[in-house]
């Protein structure tokens, strides 16, 4: 109890709880201190589902969750979340029960080696030894408990770095002896929880290093990059290479058709300088355009160990950059003017056909030329009756989403067509690209919905946003237990939009596609699946619609939302 008080007390905010026996004590804790109003209190039974809630909850917090499990196969269940917050740097606190030291080695039940299991992926790890009521244990556990939060948001006592950089997952394996449960000695004071956490301001990093002008420059920003990189090449002049969930895809020089210009003459192979903000994971053209010989690459990430470094070509690597904005000349407009007006026309020219602007009706809204009416009529009607393609399916959902709704990515073909067309705008979008798997998706937006709802709720419930999770259908099965949300707790205002095409088709543009035997490729990599999502819906009580074409997804869109839901729209494989 003293432990997760320390926390609390420091600035944490949620724990997540996982159920099992040896962990009970944690367990029944945190229900206390939910009961006093402490803390908000989430329970899951699978564990890969708890770490990704944590992870969300995280990402839209900045500050770390705590994660309670139970020993044995429990720990190496987060595996995948923890892994995802060491590559992504998010900060996550696990808890892990565990036997004590005498009892490991000698095949006790539900043991194994749990120091150790998260390998190299963690901020900090302690085997903490089991209590024995000891004089002196609960000042250990308040200096155990800011450790661990100083190590996970990327920061220690002394200001130096820690061995990655920056925010991140720590693992404390507490040793817990019988009997596992005790009755509960609350401090009063547990309620009162300081303010949140700093984030990470490690002392050591060195100042913005000058990127001059001159060289034919483009500017990347992958996923982590933030608001700097859109500031970076504005004050350059240079164009901008933003994904989609990178927090740069705004601004005057966003160029969204940058695959396509990157293979093409007069652009592509004209780039003499490349500056990389953050972790780039949707193309294949930019880590060609960092391997290119004569194009000066430089990687720019404010923390970790690992650079984005294809092929070894990164020329260097920056913590933090910055240009002096001057007056451009005119080689310097007319190389953004050229990327920036190419983009806008290839993203043109594949938006669907515009219906006509209404005719043969007058200037007194009286009809003037009835067969100019019925033509417009008729298209505009085709137009709501037609099947919804994966682009108006992202053109849709981008254009629902307001700044202070949130915006979550599945690891599908809809982050890529969406990276492709979505034009500028400054909105909360996020997707788990640290190792850009599927895993966790689910969980992952209901964590980022939960505590922006919180906040909401807390500052300005006028401006109460939603969040909409853009997914496939294997995103959502593969993660489809995260459809179980804990008894009495607050119903996120979420709705997952899953593009059903039948299976992973974003297989289909795998070289080997075209030349693999058709069944075997369908059956090992296409996976094709027939589950009826509405019966899934209903066994897990959220509500359900389903829009098959443009005038339903429209209604669906801008249906209120208060509560969760899941809304189907079929695509073409």
């Given amino acids: 109890m003293s432990l997760l008080q320390s926390f609390i007390r420091a600035g944490v905010s949620d724990v997540v709880v996982a159920p099992g026996s040896r962990s009970q004590a944690l367990a029944l804790a945190a229900a206390e201190l939910e009961r006093i109003g402490a803390v908000r209190l989430h329970v899951r039974i699978d564990e890969r589902g708890a770490a990704f809630l944590a992870l969300g909850l995280a ?59 998260f390998a190299g992926a963690v901020r900090l790890e302690r085997d903490v030894t089991a209590p024995e009521g000891a004089t002196g244990e609960t000042d250990a556990a308040a200096r155990l408990a800011r ?11 002394s200001g130096a770095f820690v061995a990655h950089p920056g ?19 609350l401090d009063p004071s547990a309620a009162a929880a300081t303010a949140a956490p700093a984030p990470a301001e490690p002392a050591t990093v060195p100042g913005p290093a000058l990127i001059a002008a001159g060289p034919r420059t483009v500017v990347v920003a992958g996923a982590g990059a933030g608001p700097a990189a859109e500031e970076f090449a504005r004050d350059g002049g240079w164009p901008l290479i933003a994904e989609v969930t990178s927090g740069a895809h705004f601004g005057p020089n966003l ?40 194009v000066e690459a430089i990687a720019v990430a404010p923390w970790g160990i690992e650079w984005f470094n294809p092929g070894r070509r990164i020329h260097r690597f920056e913590r933090s950059v910055r240009t002096e904005p001057h007056p451009p000349s005119a080689d310097e407009r007319a190389w953004l003017g050229r990327w920036v007006h ?19 009706v007058d200037e007194t809204g009286h009809v003037s030329d009835f067969a100019a009416q019925r033509e417009y009529m008729r298209v505009q009607l085709a ?17 629902a989403t307001w700044p202070h709704d949130r915006l979550v990515f599945g690891a599908s073909r ?63 099965l593969h993660d489809v237990g995260s459809l179980l949300l804990g008894a009495g707790e607050r119903q996120p205002r979420l709705q997952l939009i899953v593009g059903n095409d039948g299976g992973g088709s974003i297989f289909d543009a795998l070289e080997v596609a075209g030349s693999a035997p058709a069944a075997a490729f369908d059956r090992v ?49």
């Fill in 59 to 117: 990402v839209e917090s900045g500050r770390p969750a705590l994660v309670i499990t139970t020993s044995g196969t429990a720990v190496a269940n987060l595996h995948p979340g923890v892994l995802e917050a060491h590559h992504a740097g998010v900060p996550l606190i696990v808890l892990s029960a565990d036997r004590p030291a005498e009892l490991r080695g000698i095949r006790s039940n539900q043991t194994t080696m749990q120091p150790g299991i």
């Fill in 147 to 157: 450790e661990a939060l100083a190590a996970s948001l990327g920061r220690v006592a």
């Fill in 167 to 185: 925010p991140g997952p720590v693992h404390l394996n507490l040793q817990l002896r019988e009997p596992l449960s005790a009755p509960i000695a």
């Fill in 255 to 294: 160029v969204v058709a940058y695959r396509e210009l990157l293979r093409e003459a007069g652009f592509g192979d004209q780039v003499e300088r490349v500056v990389v903000f953050g972790h780039p994971t949707l193309s294949r053209e930019v880590p060609a355009l960092v391997q290119r010989d004569g």
């Fill in 342 to 360: 190419a983009s806008r026309m290839l993203v043109e020219a594949g938006l669907p056909e515009v219906a006509p602007v209404a005719s043969g």
């Fill in 383 to 399: 137009a709501m009756r037609a099947p919804v393609t994966r682009r108006a399916l992202v053109d849709s959902v981008w254009a």
């Fill in 414 to 476: 809809l982050i890529r067509d969406a990276d492709r067309a979505v034009p500028g705008r400054r909105i909360m979008a996020h997707a788990n690209r640290g190792l850009a798997g599927i895993d966790g998706t689910v969980a992952t937006a209901i964590g980022i919905a939960v505590a922006s709802q919180a906040r909401d709720a807390a500052s300005d419930p006028s401006h109460a946003g939603v969040t909409r999770a853009l997914i496939g259908d294997l995103t959502l």
């Fill in 525 to 573: 990599q296409f996976t094709p699946q027939q589950v009826d999502l509405a019966s899934l819906a209903a066994a897990y009580g959220w509500k359900y619609a389903r829009a098959s074409i443009r005038s339903e997804l429209d209604e669906a869109l801008g249906t209120r939302i208060d509560g969760p839901s899941i809304l189907e729209v079929p695509l073409p494989r």
